[in-house]
């Protein structure tokens, strides 16, 4: 039997859906606790890890994990991996591209949709027994009409753009590497600088990866450069955002509304920003779906079965390293 290492430890539900997913000749192995301890304890069982949550696959797990084949990512994102070292130990590493990749344009919308409409205001008031109808429908937008930038334009973003097309929004974005005219054609986009998209934009969502160049790509001075209640979405990563810097805006009316479905500690260390009224905040669920987790851990699975049976050439898909 060859184990694969789950680097999260998940409810029964979730775990469900993962067992059911497994193939003949392997066997699960989950953490009893969600700590880098625990993961480094239980590497060394691992022919495979199956990397999820936000665990880091760094130097002490790598080492730890002498029996190592493969590394599996759930998802897309690479800020938790020590690539250098896989490259190092020629430890193959394969991911999910565009899995999860309609989750996470639907609840980009959704939240867009969300903030416009001020839902948790208007969930409150109702649920309250306050019946408000003009005088808080006033208070709300339309999407149909309004700029809306986005910055990153990888699977998701591509989603997302032929969401708000269809909503009547006009789309513009920031991407790399550059769209041809026949791509942003297509995709019924334009292209601008960053400066322009941030200054142009009523609402901002960003779908880019973290890197050193794009970590807190909203903070004090691009919010300065941006309308006046701009709405803000971000279902990529916390670290794009300067929460600080964030909270002053809402404080200040500068950002009008603002959707977060991730943060910069998860589960947050700091729930400020979450409790604040003209915030709608998720759990870091846009990509969490029954259809998308399903859908991953059985892509997942297939890859590791078909790489142990020596057919990754031609049978595992969407291999990084």
Known sequence: MKTILLTNKYPEGPYKIISSCVPDGFRLL????????????????ADYILASGRLKID?????????????????????????????????PLYVNNGVNADSVAEHALLLILSCLRRLPEVLANTKGG???????????????GKTVGVIGLGNIGQ?????????????????YPDLTESQQQAWNVKQLPLDEVISQSDIITLHCPLTPDTKELICKGSIEKMKDNVVIVNTARGQLVNEAD?????????????????F???????????????????????GVTYDSFHGMMHDAMANMYHFERGELETIAQNKYL
């Open 30 to 45: 989950m953490l009893d606790e969600v700590s880098q301890e625990d993961l480094v304890k239980k590497a060394p069982e």
């Open 246 to 262: 964030l909270l002053d805006a809402l404080n200040s009316g500068k950002v009008s509304f603002v959707g977060l479905d991730v």
């Open 159 to 175: 989603k997302v753009a032929h969401l708000l097309n269809a909503f009547g929004a006009q789309v513009i974005c920031h991407t």
């Open 264 to 286: 910069n500690s998860e589960p947050p260390i700091d729930w400020t920003i979450i409790k604040h009224p003209h915030v709608v905040s998720t759990p870091h669920i846009g």
């Open 130 to 144: 306050q019946w408000i109808k003009q005088a808080q429908g006033v208070r709300t937008f339309e999407l149909r």
């Open 59 to 91: 130097e002490p797990v790598i080492k730890a994990a002498t029996k190592l084949k493969m590394v599996q990512r759930t998802g897309v994102g690479l800020d938790a991996l020590d690539l250098d070292l896989l490259r190092e130990r020629n430890i």
